[in-house]
């Protein structure tokens, strides 16, 4: 049944299309392929955005006495405190994976 309709479709697309052409509408079909292009391009270019690449599993308390994890952008400088790991990928700034360093920090406790 789907495969009549779709059929169907093609064949009023095509109808439309002919017609068109030979009125001396030439242009409205070559606007309509063009903006079809366009919208078939940019969803296939941009259909990654729509997936959520996060961690998979429960985030896990980062437990390292005396010291602290830090990602550092190599580009930049920013610096991130890593509190919570939540997957073993590090994270992107600039559009450059951050560096894992630690940092030794006196005994006092942190607040």
Known sequence: MLRSWRALLAL??????????????GDVVMAVVLGALVLITG???????????????PAVDVE????LLVYA?????????????GTDAP???????????????PDRELN
């Open 12 to 25: 009023a697309v095509l109808i439309v299309v002919v017609v068109l052409w030979a009125i001396g509408k």
């Open 91 to 105: 994270p992107r700034h600039c559009s450059e994976k951050m560096v894992l360093r630690h940092v030794d920090v």
């Open 43 to 57: 969803r296939t270019m941009f259909r990654s955005y729509s997936v959520t690449k996060g961690p998979t599993g």
């Open 64 to 67: 390292e006495r005396g010291r």
């Open 73 to 85: 952008c190599e580009t930049c400088g920013e610096q991130l405190v890593l509190l919570r790991r």
